[in-house]
């Protein structure tokens, strides 16, 4: 497994190390990568040898599981719940290119489509595997677990804080618990892409709970310890606001540092009000995880 670097940046005088998530070594980068490097090394060894999995035309984790089934020569079929494009772009474009097959349903459709999907398959001679949307699953956060341990042998010293970009909650939930497990005087600072407070928080825990039993580490964990700030969703998933566009911008021109309107804008806009406001102390040690999102950004005509 190769690492990914850290980029260090400057903002108010604050250091904050940037975990490149997005240079994760496969096109577009992104933490959907990271991910399903474990879930599919995992059922390669289980003697899988085909993917259904579902996501949107912009989907990361849809054009990262085209691209690495391609690689390991798996068939996969693609459930888009989108309307199909007259031209096709970023994620989409990607997919496309791989041999993937893409399916394009109603949101409602999904499922019917998904098992449809996994019995063709069947029929074809082939053992495929059922990927949920975002690749959400107890090895998608082991993932980020082992990613923790990564990090802390990067860094001299434990961050106070960890700040990232929460949807499905995998991402977190397997930071949180990498965060108790090697560097436990670090906080971990959640932000919502979508989800309300409530509903993200209780998934993160879930998983948290989940990857906590899958390896057998017997961590005491409270629900009230987890932070999940839905403060900085907008109107919801994929909405771009102006105070979002102008952190953006000035990333790219004050530190030449990257960001998407979907993820990372909102949890680094997020960090810089934490920071601003004194949530994150002025002399504190931070980590602003990068995962990914490039191409949410090119095929974005909002920045
Ligand atoms: C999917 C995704 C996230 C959120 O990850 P979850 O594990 O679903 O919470 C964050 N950033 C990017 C770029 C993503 O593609």
Redesign the pocket.
Known sequence: MTSTPLTEIVYNHLTINVKRDDLFPIVGG???GR?LYYILNKAVKEGYNAVVTTGSNQS??MRSTAIMAAQIGWKSIMIVHDKQPVLYTGNLKITSMTASELRFVNKEEVKDAMDKAMQDLTLQGYKPLYIWG???SVE?AYAYYKAVEELSGQLDKAPDYIV?????????AGIEIGVKKFMPSCKVLGVS?SREKERGLLAVYNSMVELNAYLNLDLPLDSNEVCFDDSFVGKGYEDVYPNLVYTISNAAKKHGLIL?P???GKAFHAMLNYIDNGIIEHNAKVVFWH???LL?LTSSNNI
């Open positions: 992104g933490s959907k991910k990361n984790h975002g690749g959400h998608g990232v970009a929460s949807g499905t909650g995998t991402t977190q892409i998407d979907t993820y990372t995962t990914g999102g949410n």
